[in-house]
């Protein structure tokens, strides 16, 4: 299993006595532990230049969130979005993508930041569901973080996945890029869990994905989580494109089906390599020599820099041939942060709101006739 061991373990004086902390220390004993006092030590490291950002990813901070736990994902302006929200139980992620978001959006954070009060965070998940009951939840936590990397030491799931197990109306997502699935094998997920991973060939793990599994890992850690009685996720997100990539692509797609059974695949993702300008800028300081960034990408509207639309109608519609051609059209795919002239040209089809992909993206629901459409399409 994948292991990663921070180099320090910060702790807020009032989160001394949770079971995450409990759990930490048993699992950690060799790391050098402090308890600090709330936001005093936070100051004493605040504000490091962006070149120390991979330094800040081994200083494992838990402190208690004072906030809201869950919010709406915030999508990407003028593009389809999924209607999906986020439980952030952690800030920043151990392992280093070249192009990591988190690079622009955490660039100046002092640590890796878990949050021990995961009481609240059932407490409030719990009145929002209840509140909601006829509305269906689709929710995750890998918005700002990897959901299973940290598993191991802080042992999360095993207090939300018998929590959501039990809700009719939500289905928890766990995204990651590790084989830390462990503690998951032993809880009964009751078909309200989905483990899904990001996946690319293996030549983009070597050369983008510092410090993750690799692709066999991660397709059996995918094996042993559907036999369990997971469902599971595959997030092609993002694609890259270079001299192969048709050839390794299509091999993954393959792979993938020969591993695990698409009738326990809840849905598929796509979606190309963005940036911002912010975020080459980052990727320039930290990692000059990704190839990502000779990429060539032009301004949308929503201010993120992507390859020209041609290409990425033609890498989504290659990777649909190959996904239809080794799983039927009940498993769903969808596109991640694109326009509807880009749906339209994939599927033959876009969503008209953001309700009606949520909708479809329920699992409860086999398949809606607009999936039928977009197979029909593309067949
Ligand atoms: S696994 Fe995800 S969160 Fe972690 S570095 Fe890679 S892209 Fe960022």
Redesign the pocket.
Request: hydrophobic fraction near 20%; aromatic fraction near 0%.
């Given at each position: 299993m994948l292991k990663f061991e921070p180099e320090e373990i910060l702790i807020e004086r009032d989160c001394e006595s949770t079971a995450m902390v409990r759990r930490l220390k048993a699992a950690l004993p060799q790391v050098p532990l402090k308890v600090v006092d709330h936001g005093r030590e936070q100051v004493t490291f605040a504000a490091p230049p962006a070149a120390d950002f991979g330094a800040a990813k081994k200083r494992l901070y838990i402190a208690k969130h004072k906030g809201d736990f869950l919010k709406k994902c915030p999508g990407s302006d003028g593009q389809v979005c999924c209607n999906y929200f986020v439980i952030n139980f952690a800030s920043n992620?151990p392992?280093?993508?070249s192009y990591?978001y988190?690079q622009e959006y955490l660039a100046h954070n002092p640590a890796l930041k878990v949050f021990a009060n995961v009481d609240d965070l059932l407490a409030e998940a719990d009145e929002l569901l209840n509140k909601h009951r006829r509305y269906f939840f689709r929710i995750g936590t890998g918005e700002i973080?990897?959901s299973l990397i940290l598993d191991p030491y802080i042992g999360f799931t095993r207090e939300v996945v018998p929590f959501f197990a039990e809700q009719p109306n939500a289905l928890l997502e766990l995204k990651t890029?590790s084989n830390c699935v462990e503690d998951l094998l032993t809880l009964d997920p009751k078909e309200r869990v989905v483990v899904s991973w990001s996946m690319n060939p293996q030549t983009v793990i070597d050369e983008e994905?510092h410090g993750?599994a690799s692709l066999l890992e991660r397709l059996e850690a995918a094996r042993l989580c559907q036999d369990a009685g997971y469902r599971l996720g595959f997030h092609f997100d993002p694609m890259i494109e270079y001299t192969d990539w048709e050839r390794d692509y299509e091999e993954l797609v393959e792979q993938l089906f020969a591993t695990v059974d698409w009738r326990r695949v809840s849905w598929l993702s796509l979606g190309v390599l963005r940036n911002t300008p912010g975020l080459k800028r980052a990727m320039r300081e930290r990692l000059p020599r990704t190839r990502l960034l000779a990429a060539e990408q032009v301004p949308n509207p929503d201010g993120k820099l992507r390859y020209f639309q041609p290409l990425r109608i033609e890498m989504y519609r290659k990777m649909l041939g190959w996904i239809r051609r080794s799983a039927p059209p009940t498993v769903k795919v969808y596109l991640c942060m694109e326009s509807k002239h880009v749906w339209q040209e994939v599927f033959g089809y876009a969503p008209s709101c953001e309700k009606e992909l949520g909708a479809q993206l329920d699992p409860r629901k086999s398949w809606a006739r607009n999936w039928i459409r977009m197979y029909n399409s593309v067949s």
């Open positions: 992620c392992m280093d993508c990591c988190l973080t990897d890029k994905e993750t």
